[in-house]
């Protein structure tokens, strides 16, 4: 049904004769006739979304004049647009809407004219203040409210505020008040990303993500050194007791809170209590908390990875194995190793994992194993569903990693016991899903996020770690690299080492 792919798209935008040239139909919505700015957006995707809104039935000029009532553009920020149209001469400007992409996008979606809300402007920007005449203008100029535009490399020179805002979140999280939670990942998000120290109130003010209680927060650390809300959480028995539970691998936050209001505290608590019913993840998660609850290093993983890679070969000589998660991110630890394996070749991929984990088990190495077999369906693309796993193949395991296999362990550091257990995550996509799955899955979560958010607000598309569906054109588009993804989406490419949103 939807196998329209980019080429098609393509093709059409390759030919403006089919599209700029495409006559106005019929008309038929007489109050409103719109103009698209060709700046950055370039004419071959004008003439498509000429053509587009043109076929249901919108006017659209190829020129400004006083009848034009919509002017939209896009990736055009307000300090260079206004100043452009400006420039055109327009007599009738001030009585136009100046509006982003987005409310066209929602226009075709609608099959109508939507009306023009506030968040669709593209404000003229204010004269700017002199020094004197106010606070000084931020140091950080057109940050973006979404981390997909914004660079954060692991050089973080905000951490005390952004802990502070993690607790509250985290804490938010706990008892499933998503909102609140989300509001405060998002604005220590936006913090990670800054090139300098925040040093005042001043400095971010007019930045994006930062709601009212954030500022509170911010200011208290800035007045008195810690936010009072923030201790409060960091000394609240609840708080303190639903960290450590869920700090167990098979461990949520609904669990957690289970277990808390039947009085229990600690971890021994809830090993020595025979009423309590443990699933098979949560059990293997105590029997090996201890290891894993320790960080994994970046010589950890690689011992890891050339494990899988060696017992994957024996499958397939063709599969790549491709580190995804916190380690492409560039961390030098992570909660566990995340990995993409696939084999090029339609379905060559099928029964990978499960030879995997039969080789790891054969080995004597495997400790757990969670697999989940594949039950993706491209015709039941695109989710909708913001937050749901990927429908593919995939393991969550823990590995007996040998001291002695890790380059660069210390020899004290191998005394005891010589193995440590390792929590590894397994995924084999299809070979077409691999550039969706490795944006999915190399995080961070907030930058995951944060594009499927923009994709659906700013670009009327459908982006998970399957696919990307432009609602506009009711296709796929097809993409073979993270790069393709991106330059769909409109997006200038972040590196992997520039996600840690
Ligand atoms: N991910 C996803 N869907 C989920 C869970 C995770 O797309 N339901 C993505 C986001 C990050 C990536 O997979 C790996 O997940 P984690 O290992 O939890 O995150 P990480 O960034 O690798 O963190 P850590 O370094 O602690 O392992
Ligand atoms: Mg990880």
Request: glycine share 6%.
């Amino acid at each position: 049904m939807f196998q329209t792919t980019l080429s098609t798209l393509l093709r059409k935008r390759r030919q403006p004769e089919l599209t700029c040239a495409q006559p106005q139909k019929e008309m038929k919505f007489r109050e409103v006739t719109v103009y698209l700015v060709e700046r950055r957006m370039g004419k071959s995707r004008r003439n498509f979304l000429t053509s587009l809104a043109r076929s249901k039935g919108f006017c659209v000029d190829n020129t400004i004049s006083s009848t034009v009532t919509h002017i939209v553009a896009e990736d055009n920020p307000a300090h260079e647009l206004w100043p452009w149209l400006q420039e055109q001469g327009i007599t009738d400007l001030g009585k136009m809407n100046v509006v982003d992409i987005a409310w066209f996008t929602q226009s075709m979606r609608a099959g109508r004219p939507i009306p023009v809300e506030a968040q669709h402007r593209i404000q003229k920007p204010s004269v700017q203040p002199k020094p004197e005449a106010g606070p000084p203008d931020s140091p950080w100029l057109n940050v973006s409210q979404y981390a997909c535009q914004r660079r954060t490399t692991l050089n973080n020179r905000n951490k005390i505020l952004t802990d502070a805002l993690e607790v509250l979140a985290e804490n938010y999280e706990f008892i499933e008040s998503i909102g609140p939670c989300l509001g405060f990942r998002r604005a220590a998000s936006m913090l990670k990303s800054l090139p300098a120290p925040v040093r005042s109130i001043n400095d971010i003010e007019g930045l994006p993500c930062l709601g009212p209680e954030t500022m509170a927060v911010i200011q208290d650390i800035f007045e008195c050194g810690s936010s009072s809300k923030v201790e409060e959480v960091l000394t609240d028995e609840r708080y303190q007791t639903l960290k450590i539970f869920t700090s167990v691998f098979g461990v949520g936050p609904k669990t957690a809170e289970k277990w808390y209001r039947r009085g229990l505290r600690s971890l021994e608590q809830i090993v020595s209590d025979s009423s309590i019913h443990l699933n098979k993840m949560q059990i293997a998660g105590f029997k090996h908390y201890e290891d894993i609850s320790k960080p994994v290093s970046k010589a950890e993983a690689e011992a890891v990875r050339r494990i899988i890679e060696e017992i994957a070969g024996c499958f397939s000589p063709d599969v790549t194995i491709t580190v995804t998660g916190g380690f492409r991110r560039g961390k030098e630890f992570g909660h566990d190793v995340d990995f993409l394996l696939t084999v090029p070749g339609p379905g060559k991929e099928d029964g990978l994992l499960p030879a995997v984990i039969d080789h790891l088990r054969s080995q004597g190495i495997l400790l757990y194993s969670d697999f989940q077999e594949s039950t993706f369906d491209l015709t039941r693309l695109p989710c909708r569903r913001f937050e749901a796993m990927d429908h593919f193949q995939k393991c969550f395991l823990i590995v007996k990693l040998k001291k002695e296999q890790v380059v660069g362990q210390q020899a004290e550091q191998r005394c005891g016991r010589d193995w440590k257990a390792v929590r590894v995550d397994l995924v084999a996509p299809p070979v077409e899903r691999y550039a969706f799955a490795l944006l999915g899955w190399s995080g961070s979560t907030q930058f995951e996020r944060d594009l499927r958010r923009f994709a659906r607000l700013e670009r009327n598309m459908l982006l998970d770690n399957h696919a990307l569906f432009d609602k506009t054109t009711n296709t796929f588009l097809q993409a073979k690299t993270e790069e393709d993804i991106f330059i769909h989406l409109g997006l200038d490419y972040i590196e992997p080492w520039q996600r840690n949103a």
